[in-house]
């Protein structure tokens, strides 16, 4: 089946040109088995605390979750994340998801605000967020909870059919992405999508980090942890939105992140 794939680490004009043309691309073999497990062991506690019955979200796990802490700079990613947005972003949230067992295909959807849908700001939609969304359950075929995109969208002018939006019908041009538990799927706010069907009898968990500008609010949370900013590293606190402000509200002077390469 045909994937856009590209290689862990560096952001490379091949990498650009995919990202470009599909509006996403998938990282394999990111993340080890005992990462993985981790990952989804910290998943489901949260969805549990929540209480999460059927299709949901929660945010913030990066706060009592080490093993999704260690995530947000991933050497793996990241380096993608600044490839497509320059130095300076932040991450805006992370969505961590779950799709209960039997679930049922979700709705054609953009990510976005429906306080104010990016789809106002310009034609085609922009690039607000860009979402790194580690796999945490196998996806490796058709019917796993998959994400279903439709390729180059996000340079679309219109959007699918009526029809097809209100009855969550299908379009001849989608690809269900079948991928791994580790790999990691990044792509365009505006790249139309959707949850697939999930025909198995397990609970299926993906961690959304969604990476944006500096001047987008944060959507997870209304103010970070201060104790998370006490123990975590300078860069996350940076990448959380803890950073000097020289000249309102990111004009001159504003020093972006001091990244790990750039100290080799």
């Known amino acids: 089946m045909l994937n856009p794939i590209v290689q862990p680490g560096k952001f490379t004009e091949?990498?650009?040109?995919?990202?470009?043309?599909?509006?996403?691309?998938?990282?394999?073999?990111?993340?080890?088995?005992?990462?993985?497990?981790?990952?989804?062991a910290a998943s489901a506690r949260l969805h549990d605390e929540a209480g999460?019955?059927?299709?949901?979200?929660?945010?913030?796990?990066?706060?009592?979750?080490?093993?999704?802490?260690?995530?947000?700079?991933?050497?793996?990613?990241?380096?993608?994340?600044?490839?497509?947005?320059?130095?300076?972003?932040?991450?805006q949230a992370l969505w961590n998801t779950k799709q209960p067992a039997r679930g049922k295909t979700g709705g054609w959807h953009q990510d976005g605000s429906s306080a104010y849908d990016f789809k106002h700001l310009g034609s085609p939609v922009p690039l607000i967020q860009l979402r790194a969304s580690f796999l945490l359950n196998d996806q490796h075929e058709p019917g796993m909870g998959n994400m279903e995109m439709i390729p180059g969208s996000h340079r679309s002018r219109v959007g699918p059919p009526r029809e097809v939006l209100i009855n969550k019908g299908d379009t001849p041009i989608s690809h269900i992405v079948c991928a791994h538990a580790g790999d990691v799927l990044v792509f365009h706010n505006a790249v139309w999508?959707?949850?697939?069907?999930?025909?198995?009898?397990?609970?299926?968990y993906t961690a959304h980090y969604i990476y944006s500008p500096p001047w987008v609010r944060a959507s997870d949370r209304f103010t970070t942890d201060k104790?998370?900013?006490?123990?975590?590293?300078?860069?996350?606190?940076?990448?959380?939105?803890?950073?000097?402000?020289?000249?309102?509200?990111?004009?001159?002077?504003?020093?972006?992140?001091d990244f790990p390469e750039d100290n080799e």
């Not at 091949?14 to 989804?40: C, H, R, T």
């Not at 913030?60 to 497509?84: F, Q, S």
């Open 52 to 91: 999460t019955k059927e299709f949901g979200q929660v945010g913030r796990g990066y706060e009592t979750e080490p093993a999704l802490e260690a995530l947000i700079d991933h050497p793996a990613v990241l380096p993608k994340i600044r490839g497509i947005l320059g130095e300076h972003f932040i991450l």
């Open 193 to 204: 999508h959707r949850p697939y069907e999930h025909n198995h009898d397990y609970d299926r």
């Open 14 to 40: 091949m990498d650009q040109f995919i990202f470009e043309s599909w509006g996403y691309f998938i990282i394999p073999n990111v993340l080890a088995k005992d990462e993985i497990a981790e990952a989804l």
């Open 227 to 257: 104790d998370f900013y006490a123990r975590t590293t300078e860069v996350r606190r940076s990448l959380m939105g803890e950073f000097d402000r020289p000249d309102a509200p990111y004009g001159v002077g504003y020093k972006a992140p």
